[in-house]
């Protein structure tokens, strides 16, 4: 049974267009992304402009803003349009044009391997630490001699995303079972076609992520295994990145934001019903094809421990060509 959201009178979210954004911030501050505005209350409030994505990963922030944990903490949050893609966000909060971005924790990796100032300040998901929970993992067909990681040696993988986190894991996964990562050939095929690739022949496995991966059990393929926990257990998946420069000008709004998102995270952990419901809202998503499928593990902090071990796999596997000292990337508020 699906548990119906629990609203509290609070501002509607806002999807705001990047021009208008940067003119209401210039003319409220002069300079500063950091808005402040009165209500009609006179009390003051501090606008913070987030890049999100319309995935499950994002959906403590949409729940935290309808149950007012952000208000509470004297901020109006805003959602800006131009960053649906972990490609787009970086360049959104180098361009002043959003202030934090729900993005890989892979990108922010990256972006900092190439002397960008960007860091971490707030987690969102972590991939699961194992299997019972896990809401992703690799399909194949349901005829298929492959009965283990071990046999994708020479088979083809479809991924959404060519040299990332996934890519990655899914190597090690094989070299822990036996076989040898780079003799596996990886395509790249948006998260809702992977599925088909396999029953079409187009790949030998794919790897999928919830609702996409129960939808493909339900029409017939099986799961081969979850690579996430045998290689990579509890490694963070989306996390919350902002430019160094907004960080330094506002570790007040900051330190209020991670509380509220502590709230956020905490109720979307305690709340799944509310978690699918938000996700089919924002998202678009049926909610009938929500029914089988698993929540993200939800987190409001990044641990430095698990940032490494993501870096050092994304190296090792060649998605990264620099490694970045963990806690370098995280700031520490954190």
């Known amino acids: 049974m699906t548990v119906g959201l629990t609203l509290r009178s609070t501002p509607r979210f806002r999807v705001v267009a990047l021009a208008a954004v940067a003119t209401a911030a210039l003319a409220l501050t002069g300079c500063s992304s950091d808005a402040t505005a009165s209500d009609d209350g006179g009390t003051q409030t501090t606008t913070i402009?987030?890049?999100?994505?319309?995935?499950?990963?994002?959906?403590?922030?949409?729940?935290?803003?309808?149950?007012?944990?952000?208000?509470?903490?004297?901020?109006?949050?805003?959602?800006?349009e131009g960053g649906a893609s972990s490609s787009a966000q970086i360049p959104l909060?180098?361009?002043?044009?959003?202030?934090?971005?729900?993005?890989?924790?892979?990108?922010?990796?990256?972006?900092?391997?190439?002397?960008?100032?960007v860091t971490i300040v707030g987690g969102l998901t972590n991939f699961a630490a194992n299997d019972s929970v896990d809401q992703s993992g690799l399909v194949v067909a349901k005829d298929s001699s492959i009965s283990g990681f071990r046999d994708l040696e020479g088979k083809t993988v479809a991924i959404s995303g060519l040299k990332s986190v996934s890519e990655a894991v899914i190597s090690a996964a094989v070299e822990?079972?036996?076989?040898?990562?780079?003799?596996?050939s990886f395509i790249q095929a948006p998260m809702p076609n992977l599925g088909d690739l396999v029953s079409t022949g187009g790949a030998d496995a794919a790897f999928l992520i919830d609702p996409?991966?129960?939808?493909?059990?339900?029409?017939?393929?099986?799961?081969?295994?979850?690579?996430?926990?045998l290689a990579a257990p509890g490694v963070p998946g989306t996390s919350l990145v902002a430019s160094e420069s907004f960080v330094n000008a506002n570790p007040d709004s900051l330190a209020k934001f991670l509380t509220a998102l502590a709230k956020s995270v905490d109720y979307a952990n305690q709340n799944p019903g509310a978690v699918k419901?938000?996700?089919?809202?924002?998202?678009?998503?049926?909610?009938?094809?929500?029914?089988?499928?698993?929540?993200?593990?939800?987190v409001a902090v990044v641990e430095p421990g698990a940032l490494g071990t993501e870096i050092e796999l994304l190296v090792k596997y060649g998605?990264?060509?620099?490694s970045v000292e963990a806690e370098s990337l995280l700031t520490p508020a954190n």
């Open 49 to 80: 402009r987030i890049a999100p994505q319309p995935i499950a990963d994002f959906t403590p922030i949409w729940l935290g803003m309808e149950q007012g944990y952000f208000t509470d903490e004297g901020l109006d949050i805003q959602l800006v």
């Open 93 to 117: 909060l180098l361009s002043g044009n959003a202030d934090m971005a729900a993005t890989t924790a892979a990108a922010a990796i990256q972006a900092r391997s190439q002397n960008m100032p």
């Open 176 to 184: 822990k079972s036996g076989g040898a990562a780079d003799k596996i």
């Open 212 to 229: 996409f991966l129960s939808k493909a059990t339900d029409s017939g393929l099986k799961i081969l295994g979850h690579p996430f926990p």
């Open 277 to 298: 419901a938000a996700l089919s809202t924002q998202a678009k998503i049926p909610l009938e094809m929500l029914a089988n499928s698993k929540n993200p593990q939800f």
């Open 319 to 322: 998605v990264l060509t620099d």
